[in-house]
């Protein structure tokens, strides 16, 4: 089964963009918090991938 990006309907603060970063790597979501956080651009980035990711369906 291959794995997809998706926002993660159960590990999210704002839309699920992190989490759903976080599960498609295989990382922990506080590590991807960070680095959003670090980078510069990054208000930009998760503007566009909150707006562009689809839902986590298989909850549902």
């Known amino acids: 089964m ?7 309907s159960n ?5 699920g963009v992190c989490g759903g970063i976080a599960e498609y790597v295989g990382i922990s979501s506080m ?3 960070i680095l959003f956080l670090l980078l510069p651009v990054s208000v930009l980035v998760y503007f566009f991938l909150a707006f ?5 369906d298989s909850v549902l």
């Open 11 to 15: 590990d999210k603060v704002l839309s």
């Open 2 to 8: 291959q794995n997809k990006l998706r926002k993660s």
């Open 31 to 33: 590590g991807v918090r």
């Open 52 to 56: 562009s990711m689809p839902f986590d």
